[in-house]
């Protein structure tokens, strides 16, 4: 039976780490029908674009981003029937860095709606403080320039600049509203692959609201406050190794998200004394053997496993992805065959799929892959 592992939180407005409809297409336009009759401004419109927080929503109207039959209104004033309202959404102030440069990542699979790309560890998916350019979406108006024509370059979802793996984008704007959808109807199968500190039990579901910890702006922490956003995590133990000759176990690990929040596997990962080997933010219960590893400079956190229906003909499609050669050449450090490092088609949560290893903790590394761990 799997380990369920729960924190609770009151119900709230939330919004995905995922970008949202309301960030895609800029204007959006609407006649007021006789059942809308008498609601306020701001409820209306909370109704109409339920992606979107209602306290967001009154930001924009005292913004002045919403007219009411022309004019501006106030978040209270009464809708009518027949009245028309047209909504302008803010621009994000890093829209300006939206410029192509030369970025490299490796397209796995392409056609007139779809890129699907292998993104490589280091590389940031968006601009922002800090990163103003070199980023995927820089690159990607490179390799297509048509995507200029696209919300965000067609980006949908976002990895963390050092999680490596598949990520899907839109070439058209109806492709990027289509898969919009889809996450938001978490229809879209995401999987990772990852190795992690202790004995990680065989199956585990997290399910435990996030928020950005008040302490360090760059942390995300497991909350009960009204801000949480719900998120859930399900994990499956693959394999489990000793390292070198101490007690110190390190386990491989499958992941399957059925939230996307920031983080939210190494937050969840640590918040139940199992953080992600080489993560350099969230080290919190990291055994004292591991403190000082060296031996991968990133999360070894590697999205493996991506499946969606295709926004255009509806066809269910997969892709996997095996890990990069520094997390690649880890697991084998550790003991995994090169054969295990195949990543199933069918996934590694799909109902009756093979174990890919024992979970019980193998014994110590082989003299030679032993060195490499030192």
Not at 311 to 319: D, F, K
Request: net charge positive; charged share 20%.
């Amino acid at each position: 039976m799997a380990k369920q592992v729960r924190s609770s939180a009151p119900e709230t407005e939330i919004e995905d780490d995922e970008l949202s409809s309301d960030e895609l297409l800029p204007i959006h336009e609407f006649v007021v029908r006789s059942a809308g009759e008498g609601l306020r401004l701001d409820k209306y419109l909370a109704g109409q674009l339920p992606q979107v927080s209602r306290s967001r929503i009154q930001k924009w109207i005292g913004e002045g981003s919403v007219q009411l039959n022309g004019v501006s209104a106030a978040a209270r004033a009464l809708v009518c029937a027949d009245d028309r309202i047209v909504l302008t959404v803010p621009s994000s102030p890093e829209a300006g860095a939206f410029q192509p440069e030369p970025v490299s990542f490796p397209v796995i699979w392409q056609d007139a709606a779809l890129l699907v790309i292998d993104k490589p560890a280091g590389l940031v998916v968006h601009p922002g403080a800090g990163n103003w350019g070199g980023t995927l979406l820089n690159g990607l108006l490179a390799y297509d320039p048509q995507l200029a024509a696209v919300p965000r370059a067609g980006i949908v979802h976002r990895l963390d600049a050092g999680t490596s793996g598949l990520m899907v984008v839109a070439r058209t704007i109806t492709a990027q509203i289509e898969l919009v959808r889809q996450l938001q109807a978490r229809t879209v199968v995401r999987e990772y692959w990852a190795l992690a500190a202790g004995a990680v039990a065989p199956s585990v579901t997290i399910d435990a609201p996030l928020a950005r910890d008040r302490r360090n702006p760059l942390r995300f922490r497991v909350s009960r406050a009204l801000s949480a956003k719900s998120a859930r995590t399900q994990v499956r133990c693959l394999a489990q190794w000793k390292v070198g000759d101490s007690a110190t176990v390190i386990s491989w690990i499958a992941c399957r998200l059925d939230t996307g929040r920031t983080h939210q596997i190494r937050v969840h990962l640590e918040s139940v004394g199992h953080p992600l080997i080489g993560d350099s933010l969230y080290r919190n219960h990291l055994p004292a053997a591991l403190g000082k590893q060296q031996w991968i400079s990133r999360q070894a956190l590697h999205a493996c496993r991506l499946e969606l229906r295709h926004p255009e003909t509806g066809q269910a499609m997969t892709w996997v992805s095996a890990p990069p050669e520094d997390m690649r050449t880890l697991m084998q450090s550790l003991g995994a065959r090169q054969e295990q490092l195949v990543v199933p088609l069918q996934g590694n949560f799909a109902v009756g799929a093979p174990p890919r290893s024992s979970c019980a903790p193998r014994t110590a590394p082989s003299q030679g892959r032993r060195a490499a761990l030192r």
